[in-house]
């Protein structure tokens, strides 16, 4: 079946041959649960539309959300890494930022702990280093999660994000 035979759907971007849908209208009608799956460039449904949340495929995977919790599935529609989290970006440098009870680490593809949840605030890698926010203070870890120093020109690059 095909998105162009009759549904309704918000479509966004595609990333590695997939975009994410919501086929229900609820532009039209908000009091209709969302519905997100996957579609080729085509418009052919390739993952039903099962999820209450979902975000673009990279590196293979697409973090998705099911009955509250967030995990991850291949490009078949397959469970990856279990619905456990709180919530979950998309993987990047082989590693997904994930959220349980609150706090913040990563991933590894295989669903591995790499980084505990331990953080307060969300961060993201740009060139192997992360800033992070820990009981009331800011610090830098690299990929493995181990304190990371940076120097002063290293530290303005990142805060202008041309690192």
Not at 31 to 52: C, H, M, S, T
Not at 69 to 91: C, L, Q, R, V
Not at 112 to 118: G, K, L, R
Request: glycine share 10%; aromatic share 12%; net charge negative.
């Amino acid at each position: 079946m095909s998105l162009l035979d009759g549904f309704d759907a918000s479509a966004y971007d595609f990333s590695e041959g997939l975009a994410c849908v919501d086929v229900n209208e609820r532009l039209r009608n908000p009091d209709q649960k969302a519905a997100y799956g996957f579609v080729d460039r085509e418009g052919n449904i390739k993952i039903p539309a099962i999820y209450d949340a979902a975000h673009a495929f990279r590196e293979g995977f697409a973090a998705v959300k099911l009955n509250n919790k967030w995990g991850f599935i291949d490009a078949k529609g397959n469970t990856t890494i279990p619905f456990t989290y709180d919530s979950a970006d998309s993987f990047t440098d082989g590693l997904a930022l994930v959220q349980l009870n609150g706090k913040y680490g990563s991933i590894d593809m295989e669903g591995n702990t790499v980084i505990a949840a331990i953080y307060d605030l969300p961060y993201s890698f740009a060139y192997g280093r992360a800033l992070v926010h820990l009981d009331g203070k800011y610090g830098y870890i690299d990929t493995k999660g181990n304190k990371a120093e940076m120097s002063a020109a290293e530290a303005k690059r990142y805060v202008e994000g041309g690192m």
